[in-house]
């Protein structure tokens, strides 16, 4: 046991925690309220760190039994993960007055930090217990970061509702990573695959990746263990919102691909059209077409644009989930790819929102009307934000939900009707659905008058380069997609 | 079937597990639910010392009904209104809501034991002599194998101290 | 097996009852050592048929007041037992009763001496030679919570209920810095190549030489004011202040049920000592850097008696400074307990860990 070699593989989450730890000093002796300015520069001085460390750090390694995994594929999302946290941390301080934080500003960065150093441990391993104990972090810290903002009324009711669904889909977790424990005797994701190769399955085992899916499903906001999202996404601060759109998800769906594909690739299963078989496949399935009819049909209804995203969000799970059920190579390519520019879509969305949510007090429809006139660059990313969520081309959306149907389609023997066509299809059908609903938004951001004694709409440089970022990243992935796709697929060759 | 004595204290041991857990959902009261609920903590350290892992019986007695089970009462004491226990489960679907988690209780209960006694291998051979948890061992698998999960359960604690302490002192600005 | 369960049975029965003894005896304690601190004079009027009509003895042994724990005695046993109409009676009976259990657990995995047998091997005399005795005592002595918040509450009435809820932050806030108190004890137990153990029995056997207190007095120190506060002794006593919450926890206690308490309180301070007694002052070595095998007394009965003999007068030493202590500082206000134990004790056994274990790395090491 060399400490010496495992700090050396940790050193972007000992980057983070020292950070989230300095502020947390800060906010003990009062940093916060002099300078959010103070507080900023330290948490993206600890973000620059994280990410140099990943960049510059050990390329490949695996220490005790798995729990701790660097290789390219780790390192790309951790890095993904960190430039995520970066464009959340520039939200929550328009203008370096802690504004909608209570002058929390610290303490609020620092559960920030926390929460992404749970999702980069559990990016960064493939042992069920550090899984485990990664995850409960990070959710510990977004729950906070949920009822951080307002002291009383709604956030704290979609705080607590997020926590009690949390703390029951956490227990799911751990009684199915017990049940999988007990039939392979391992908590090592490559030793649970080789033992599932060579040994028939016990009944348990179906059992334990089953209540396992269900903590996982909570984790991703997929039908039926959604319910949470909707009031979280409304009633949270539009920047811990943002984040668990954004960094949160991505991570949840690198986790889910990993475990699913890496550990229990054995007992896939079926989910083909007239070829069920038992497996995972066919519950990813269910959990896929009911997230992508419950998501978008009920964002159809939506008055509220937050909402409207999160249903949103729920209905992009089930697209992602889609192609997940195909669980080759090329579906978590797929998969992976398309939960980052989801993420970064997210951001993008959520900032804008959140931009009109102060100058406005409210994200009714009606309050975005007329943002194009009082604010073109915001209008401008949200436009970019939303149609590549709907997955217009030439946006990155077009390409990556392509790239989802067809690895969904790519499964079962060549020349015959592919065996999930049936799912593509609804994937197909509600994708259409969708786009009716984000052009409701853009419509009433475009074309509807701005109502005459509409506040200017105005926002801090951070927060704008952040949008603009995220609205160019959109543009430039979706003209040159390889440029994620060519490192994605060298560092899936590394795993497969 | 022949029992020994060691085997009618398991099962002592169970019953007084489970019931307690049973009647921390059935028990309106709050602070009765949380005082069984040590109960059952207690019988969860009665399985371990029966298992022959000491540490972790006292442990979990130490930890779980010494500390975290005393907090819950402790806070339910604080925070406890004229009017507990008083509350009416109110609805007019509270019967069907009974039933519909009596059958999911019952469906999920039904898959764990046919799962589990389907699974046949699991019936290993049981070692004659109690296994015995040495001290050193654990102490050693603490500071080799397990340092992440154990430093970051750490950071998840630390997390858990600043929400509470932050959450509590929002609590008073209005007066400030 | 009969017998040998007979023997366990017996020896079990001798520890409560000497244990039992001890508390009748500490409470007379308590009474003349604050009459003395009071310039009273204390208990000196009860007295016994037979023994007190002895000519010279009588007299004497009844100014001393050595019958009065009789007398008190009894007055638990036959006064008249009041049930309140207004309380949860389960939870009330169940209280005093979990208030003296684990004070009574705790003493059968204290070591209180040791012989050398005739086959030269050294035995120590100890109920139950737990491995890991020194978890059991803080896993059972942390239970006994149980028993002043279920009194508080169950009584349903506002002194006691404020009682027991100061009286479960005090000792969840305190115990906490114990714990953390005793760790460098341990951890020079079991530097690498020593046995590992927790063990109450090793950690006397390790002050054969300096005893622990010399090593780290700051350990024991947090360690005393702990036990002050976990057994609920002045200037900690928070929970049954009188002039504040009349009775706290006891309030609505009487009889008999009031007894338990009394006597659980008191052994709890005299397992305490004990405690404090084995982890830092040598346990049943006479002297630093003396034990009887080096006066040549520590074989057969006599060893086993003399042990238990200097142990018991170690025991009661501290006692006494309990009782002093009780009679001489005024009750710290409830805020100054809580900044006492989360502001002043924790961090400073924290640090002393700390530095234990930094100059406990060099010395293994070096």
């Known amino acids: 046991m060399n400490y010496l070699e495992l700090i050396s593989h940790v050193l972007p989450e000992i980057a983070v925690l020292v950070t989230a730890l300095v502020l947390i000093g800060m906010g003990c002796a009062g940093g916060s309220r002099g300078g959010g300015k103070a507080v900023l520069a330290v948490t993206a001085a600890g973000l620059g760190l994280a990410l140099a460390a990943v960049v510059f750090g050990p390329e490949s390694g695996r220490l005790l039994e798995g729990m701790i995994v660097v290789d390219a594929l780790t390192r790309l999302f951790k890095a993904v993960l960190l430039a995520l946290t970066l464009g959340t941390a520039l939200f929550l301080f328009p203008g370096g007055e802690a504004g909608g934080n209570e002058g929390r500003g610290a303490e609020n960065s620092a559960l920030l930090l926390l929460a992404l150093l749970g999702l980069l441990v559990v990016v960064g391993t493939e042992n069920l217990l550090l899984l485990f104990v990664g995850l409960e972090l990070a959710s510990l810290a977004l729950y906070l970061m949920v009822v951080f903002a307002a002291p009383a009324g709604r956030p704290a009711e979609a705080a607590l509702r997020y926590f009690f669904f949390g703390s029951v889909a956490a227990a799911f977790l751990l009684f199915g990573f017990s049940f999988i424990y007990g039939a392979t005797g391992s908590i090592d994701l490559r030793v649970i695959a080789k033992v599932l190769a060579a040994h028939p399955v016990e009944p348990i085992l179906p059992l334990g990746v089953g209540l396992a899916l269900v903590g996982f499903g909570f984790k991703v906001a997929a039908v039926p263990f959604h319910l949470w999202a909707p009031d979280v996404y409304q009633s949270a601060p539009a920047p811990a919102a943002g984040f668990i759109a954004s960094a949160s998800k991505v991570a949840g769906f690198f986790i889910v691909a990993k475990v699913l594909v890496l550990g229990f690739g054995v007992v896939e299963g079926s989910a083909d059209w007239g070829a069920f078989a038992m497996g995972w496949a066919p519950l990813v399935a269910v959990l896929a077409a009911l997230s992508m009819v419950v998501g978008n049909l009920a964002a159809l209804a939506q008055q509220s644009v937050r909402r409207l995203l999160a249903y949103s969000g729920i209905g992009h799970s089930g697209f992602i989930l889609t192609a997940l059920v195909a669980a080759n190579a090329e579906a978590v390519r797929a998969v992976l790819f398309y939960s980052v520019i989801y993420g970064v879509a997210s951001l993008a969305a959520f900032g804008v929102a959140g931009c009109v949510l102060r100058a406005r007090g409210a994200d009714r429809l009606e309050d975005f009307a007329g943002l194009g006139r009082t604010a073109p660059a915001a209008a401008g990313v949200l436009a970019l934000a939303l149609l590549s969520l709907a997955g217009l081309p030439p946006l990155v959306g077009f390409f990556g939900k392509f790239q989802l149907f067809a690895a969904a389609l790519s499964g079962g023997t060549p020349g015959t009707v592919p065996g999930l066509l049936w799912l593509v299809a609804l994937a197909l059908l509600m994708s259409a659905v969708s786009l009716y609903y984000y052009l409701r938004v853009l419509k009433q951001v475009f074309f509807a008058p701005a109502p005459a004694d509409a506040a200017p709409t105005r926002d801090t440089s951070a927060g704008t380069a952040v949008c603009l970022v995220c609205g160019s990243v959109l543009v430039l992935l979706g003209l040159f997609p390889s440029l994620v796709l060519q490192p994605l697929q060298r560092a899936l060759v590394q795993l497969f | ?176 | 097996m009969a017998v040998d369960l007979l023997i366990v049975v017996g020896k079990a029965l001798a520890v409560v009852v000497v244990l039992m003894g001890l508390c009748a005896y500490t409470v007379l304690a308590e009474r003349k050592v604050s009459s003395w601190i009071q310039n009273r004079v204390g208990p000196n009027r009860t007295t016994l048929p037979v023994i007190g009509a002895i000519p010279v003895l009588g007299p004497m042994l009844t100014r001393l007041g050595l019958f009065q724990p009789m007398a008190d005695g009894l007055k638990f046993l036959f006064k008249e037992d009041i049930l309140p109409g207004h309380v949860n009676k389960v939870y009330y009976m169940l209280a005093p009763v979990i208030a003296l259990v684990p004070a009574l657990l705790t003493v059968s995995v204290v070591p209180f001496g040791q012989y050398v047998d005739a086959d030269g091997v050294t035995r120590p005399l100890i109920l139950a030679n737990l491995d890991i005795g020194i978890l059991f005592i803080f896993a059972i002595s942390s239970l006994g919570v149980y028993a002043i918040i279920l009194a508080g509450w169950a009584a349903n009435s506002k002194y006691p209920f404020l009682g027991g809820v100061r009286a479960s932050a005090q000792m969840i806030s305190y115990e906490l810095a114990m714990g953390l108190s005793v760790l460098p004890v341990f951890l020079w137990i079991n530097t690498p190549g020593a046995p590992a153990t927790l063990s109450l029995v090793a950690v006397v056997d390790a002050q054969a030489g300096a005893w622990f207190v010399l090593l780290m007095p700051l350990s024991a120190l947090i360690f005393l004011i702990s036990i002050f506060a976990e057994t609920n002794r002045a200037p900690f006593d928070m929970p049954e202040s009188e002039s504040e919450l009349v009775g706290g926890f006891h309030t609505e206690y009487s009889s008999f049920k009031f007894g338990l308490f009394f006597v659980a309180e008191y052994a709890h301070m005299i397992v305490g000592s004990a405690i404090l007694v084995l982890l830092f002052f040598g346990g049943w070595h006479p002297l630093p850097w003396l034990t009887l095998a080096d006066l040549g007394l520590a074989g057969g009965v006599l060893g086993g008696v003399l042990s238990t003999l200097v142990f018991l007068a170690k025991t009661l030493l501290v006692v006494f400074f309990f009782i002093w202590v009780r009679w001489t500082v005024p009750r710290f206000r409830y805020d100054q307990v809580m900044r006492i134990g989360w502001r002043m004790l924790l961090p400073l056994a924290i640090a002393n860990l700390i530095a234990y274990v930094l100059f406990l790395a060099w010395w293994v090491t070096r």
């Open chain 2, 1 to 176: 079937m022949n029992l020994t004595a060691s085997g009618l204290l398991f099962f002592a041991f169970a019953v007084l597990t489970l019931g307690a857990g049973t009647a921390v959902a059935l028990v309106r009261e709050p602070v009765r639910a949380a005082l069984v609920g040590a109960l059952c903590f207690v019988g969860v350290g009665l399985l371990y010392l029966w298992l022959g892992a000491e540490f972790l019986g006292f442990i979990q007695w130490l930890v779980y009904v010494g500390a975290v089970a005393v907090l819950i009462v402790f806070v339910i004491l604080l925070t406890r209104r004229e009017d507990a226990g008083g509350e009416t489960e109110g609805g007019r679907f509270a019967g069907l809501r009974v039933l519909g988690g009596l059958g999911v209780a019952l469906a999920l209960f039904g898959a764990l034991a046919a799962a589990v006694l389907g699974s046949g291998s699991l019936y290993r051979e049981v070692p004659e002599e109690p296994m015995v948890l040495e001290i050193a061992a654990l102490g050693r698998e603490l500071v080799a194998g397990a340092v992440p999960p154990l430093i970051l359960v750490g950071v998840v604690l630390t997390v858990a101290l600043v929400g509470g302490v932050t959450l509590a002192l929002v609590e008073r600005k209005p007066d400030a």
